[in-house]
């Protein structure tokens, strides 16, 4: 293939024969047309038998060939590893870029999030402010709308009083001149005053004389009392009536007592009072409620002769259960009375 080839042979021959002087005078001679061949084109022989496979080349060829190659094979294994190297740093360093971009804008995000938050933490805050303001205002309406209330319920007052001494005066009889020299000097409410305390003292006299003095004591009912009756029962669809009557002439404690209608029960409040010739309404049904409407005072509740009407329940305890008969029962579950 190239231009040393034979003469290589040759010299490889002799030198196998021995003749080592002879070797080196046959290598001196070949080495001018040797050099002749100049380093590019020993390249580009090998590049073009490379091409074919190293078709028809010695072994001795091939091995100068790939010496001839390695050089420049190793330059551009350097240069495909130095552009390797420089695109993994450009990479590496887009990847940082991109890295920092990230965090700048995960920063940014925290950042408003963080603002919206304290925005929205201020706004509560003034809406909290702003609501207790409001309560206040509320509070100072009620309170203004008491006052004004008070001093128009005063106002009222005053003017009834002023109503009613205006009518005490127009209607009052002045005294007469022919009894005035009995009174002399002294004013009416001076001599009218011993005048009435002498007729009560004589009054409290006359009936400690004539009248029994004696307190009848407050009584429990007992089975078997007959002054204590259950004296109506109206039934009306979404109003049922009870009404139980104190015939005797004493005052009944119904601490204790109940009034029953089939399941239904009602346990009168302990201390409860039925006066003497008095009666009292325990309602039931839809229409009852309207009973706790009643502008009774908490102290009024315990007397028949103040609070008359009671309320029992919401419920139908005769249509609803069928039942036409009320019972009266003691504090010992004894019956005192039924309805007729």
């Known amino acids: 293939l190239l231009p040393s080839t034979k003469p290589l042979r040759t010299c490889l021959v002799l030198e196998m024969a021995g003749s080592r002087s002879m070797l080196i005078i046959i290598a001196l001679f070949f080495s001018a047309s040797v050099s002749a061949v100049t380093e590019a084109e020993k390249i580009a022989i090998c590049n073009k038998a490379m091409l074919h496979d190293f078709e028809g080349m010695s072994q001795e060829d091939m091995m100068e060939c790939a010496e001839l190659l390695e050089e420049p094979l190793k330059h551009l294994e350097e240069e495909q590893k130095a552009q390797e190297l420089a ?69 009222n007052s005053l003017a009834r009083c002023e109503g009613e001494l205006a009518n005490y005066v127009e209607n009052s009889v002045p005294v007469s001149p022919a009894i005035r020299p009995l009174f002399g000097s002294r004013s009416l409410e001076v001599v009218v005053a011993p005048i009435l305390t002498v007729f009560c003292i004589l009054f409290w006299m006359l009936g400690c004389c004539i009248g029994s003095s004696r307190v009848t004591p407050m009584m429990n009912p007992a089975a078997g009392v007959s002054g204590v009756t259950i004296s109506d029962v109206v039934i009306n669809p979404g109003n049922e009536v009870c009404t139980i009557k104190n015939r005797t002439f004493s005052d009944v404690d119904l601490t204790g007592c109940s009034l029953r209608v089939a399941d239904h029960v009602y346990h009168f409040d302990d201390g409860y009072n039925l006066a003497k010739s008095t ?52 504090s010992n579950e004894h019956t005192i009375c039924r309805s007729k």
């Open 279 to 330: 009666s009292v309404e325990i309602h039931a049904g839809p229409e009852a409620k309207e009973i706790k409407k009643l502008p009774f005072a908490d102290h009024e509740k315990f007397d028949s002769r103040r609070c008359n009407k009671l309320f029992w329940t919401s419920a139908s305890v005769f249509l609803g259960s069928g039942e036409t008969t009320a019972t009266l029962m003691d």
């Open 87 to 155: 695109e993994r740093a450009a990479a590496a360093q887009r990847k940082a870029e991109e890295e920092a971009r990230q965090a700048a804008a995960a920063a940014a995000a925290k950042k408003k999030r963080e603002e919206e938050a304290a925005i929205a933490l201020q706004k509560s805050k003034q809406r909290e402010q702003q609501a207790m303001a409001i309560r206040n205002l509320e509070m100072e309406k009620e309170s203004c709308a008491e006052q004004l209330s008070s001093a128009l319920v005063s106002a």
